[in-house]
């Protein structure tokens, strides 16, 4: 449940990462804690952010390219981004 959580909170962009709390929660910090990006966006985490690199491989394995739609929009890449959500605990409240 806390990771299919954390999945439609990677597709919507409300969750635990720092566009929604520049838009909703102005008080906290909205950068990213790998400090490559002013703002943290749901799309920095997978595919840029230098913190997750490492989990990046689960994500490859459903779509070479990281295409956002075969991720977001396909079983397998569902499947792909839960397991890296899983492993990393990416978009969890730190």
Do not use: M, W
Request: hydrophobic fraction near 35%; proline fraction near 5%.
């Amino acid at each position: 449940r806390h990771t299919h959580t954390r999945v439609i909170q990677a597709i919507t962009g409300h969750g635990f990462v720092g566009a929604y709390y520049h838009l909703f929660l102005p008080d906290l910090p909205s950068s990213c804690p790998c400090r490559t990006s002013d703002i943290q966006f749901c799309l920095h985490i997978l595919y840029e952010c230098p913190l997750y690199e490492e989990h990046r491989h689960l994500l490859l394995a459903a779509s070479q390219d990281l295409s956002p739609s075969a991720i977001l929009r396909t079983h397998k890449g569902l499947t792909a981004l839960a397991k890296f959500i899983d492993t990393s605990n990416a978009f969890g409240k730190s």
